[in-house]
């Protein structure tokens, strides 16, 4: 019994998010409301086509509101996290889900010959993970009952 595994490409195109992103010379008022439109709560900071950064409602908290600046003077270069940990897109989700563990992090860019996909939330990566897992024990239970010739219950 094998389980059925989707990769990062597969799961990035069913969720269906895309590529949320701003420049890095973009307000954090203009990221702000790049993330109420599209109901996320991280954004991708692209350069040319490059990924230069994430900039998360975390990010916002801990370095505009605490330290006093304003969303509409400060840049999304500024506050960007730039260390971005990505997955490949043929990565598995488990796979996806075991360096967003260790990581730390709860958004993924995928990567697919250099450029962005698409992200995965950490919700998402669970829930598929989680569902891949619950269909391999229905198998698994399937199979077993099949192959002890079991009808209804071992009394």
């Known amino acids: ?9 597969q799961l990035v195109k069913e969720v ?5 992103s701003v420049g890095p010379d973009e307000s954090v008022m203009a990221v702000l409301q790049a993330m109420a439109d599209n ?5 991708l900071v692209i350069d040319n086509g490059q990924l230069l950064g994430i900039v998360t ?13 304003t969303a509409r003077e400060t840049r999304a270069r500024e506050i960007m996290t730039s260390n971005v940990i990505c997955a490949s897109a043929d990565d598995s989700c488990e796979r996806c889900m075991a360096v967003m563990h260790s990581e ?6 995928v990567m697919e010959q250099g450029k962005v996909i698409g992200v995965l939330f950490l919700r998402d990566v669970l829930e598929e ?13 399937r199979e077993r009952i099949e192959s002890s010739g079991a009808t209804g219950g071992n009394y």
Request: avoid cysteine.
């Open 57 to 69: 409602e975390r990010d916002y908290a801990l370095k505009v509101e605490l330290k006093g600046r």
């Open 39 to 43: 109901d996320v709560n991280g954004v």
């Open 16 to 20: 269906g998010v895309g590529v949320v």
């Open 104 to 109: 730390w992090v709860r958004h993924l860019p």
């Open 129 to 141: 993970v989680v569902a891949e897992d619950e269909h391999l024990i229905k198998d698994l239970e």
């Open 1 to 9: 019994m094998e389980k059925t595994v989707k990769t990062a490409r």
